[in-house]
């Protein structure tokens, strides 16, 4: 699913990235974590071309992403869902409609449109919040209509940066189960984080950065 080779990133004469090898298979659930400034969120931004490698490749389902031109990166991050850690949901518009923002631009149906919301909605428990505004919610309810909105076109891949950066303890746990059940119906998930209760309560892949490098990658592993 997801492949880097070789992957360099260089801000200036700042190594971000110091060539970077791993494979992500099909189905996987895996963490990568690392203190701040690690390169957590580089590999993420580069995996869904937000940013270029200085070297490398970055294959997606078998794509060379950097490759691709810039007017079908759109196409692109339809076939992943990202979830951020500030939640990025439109402020003025209901939960609904935050969710549907991201499949009414495909040309679906309304009834299809619909369906799909709601399925999603009700994945991560808010169904009943349909017509809730963000400043309505708690942020943990934001970030599971994040959630919603990810996985609303059915992505094979889930990049979840930092999604419980901003919430207590108790609120993150339930957020990663929600992800833990995505993962468990076939969808890949990678999640970049540096909460270690998380990382050490879940026990899944755990691939460690320290300073732009691999330092560590262990299946049912612990944050250390």
Same mark, same amino acid.
């Given at each position: 699913? !997801?492949?880097?080779?070789?992957?360099?990133? =260089?801000?200036?004469? %700042?190594?971000? !990235?110091?060539?970077?090898?791993?494979? $992500?298979?099909?189905?996987?659930?895996? =963490?990568?974590?690392?203190?701040?400034?690690?390169?957590?969120?580089?590999?993420?931004?580069?995996?869904?071309?937000? /940013?270029?490698?200085?070297?490398?490749? &970055?294959? $997606?389902?078998?794509?060379?992403?950097?490759? !691709?031109?810039?007017?079908?990166?759109? %196409?692109?991050?339809?076939?992943?869902?990202?979830?951020?850690?500030?939640?990025?949901?439109?402020?003025?518009?209901?939960?609904?409609?935050?969710?549907?923002?991201?499949?009414?631009?495909?040309?679906?149906?309304?009834? /299809?449109?619909?369906?799909?919301?709601?399925?999603?909605?009700?994945? &991560?428990?808010?169904? %009943?919040?349909?017509?809730?505004?963000?400043?309505?919610?708690?942020?943990?309810?934001?970030?599971?209509?994040?959630?919603?909105?990810?996985?609303?076109?059915?992505?094979?891949?889930?990049?979840?940066? /930092?999604?419980?950066?901003?919430?207590?303890?108790?609120?993150?746990?339930?957020?990663?189960?929600?992800?833990?059940?995505?993962?468990?119906?076939?969808?890949?998930?990678? &999640?970049?984080?540096?909460?270690?209760? $998380? &990382?050490?309560?879940?026990?899944?892949?755990?691939?460690?950065?320290?300073?732009?490098?691999?330092?560590?990658?262990?299946?049912?592993?612990?944050?250390?």
């Amino acid at each position: 699913m !997801i492949r880097l080779v070789n992957l360099t990133k =260089f801000y200036g004469s %700042h190594c971000a !990235i110091d060539n970077v090898n791993l494979e $992500i298979k099909v189905g996987e659930f895996v =963490f990568l974590v690392g203190s701040s400034g690690a390169g957590k969120s580089t590999i993420m931004r580069m995996i869904y071309r937000e /940013e270029l490698p200085t070297r490398g490749e &970055v294959f $997606i389902g078998g794509v060379d992403v950097t490759q !691709i031109k810039s007017s079908h990166v759109q %196409h692109l991050r339809r076939r992943m869902g990202i979830v951020f850690q500030d939640f990025k949901l439109l402020p003025k518009q209901s939960a609904y409609d935050n969710v549907a923002y991201v499949i009414r631009a495909l040309g679906m149906s309304s009834k /299809e449109v619909d369906m799909r919301v709601k399925g999603a909605l009700k994945v &991560v428990g808010l169904l %009943h919040k349909i017509d809730a505004r963000p400043n309505e919610l708690s942020g943990g309810e934001q970030q599971r209509i994040g959630i919603a909105r990810a996985i609303v076109n059915g992505p094979p891949l889930l990049i979840a940066d /930092e999604p419980t950066g901003n919430l207590d303890p108790q609120t993150s746990l339930e957020i990663v189960q929600i992800l833990e059940q995505i993962n468990q119906r076939g969808t890949t998930v990678l &999640v970049s984080t540096h909460d270690q209760m $998380i &990382v050490n309560y879940f026990k899944k892949r755990v691939i460690t950065l320290e300073d732009g490098k691999v330092v560590r990658d262990v299946f049912s592993g612990t944050y250390r």
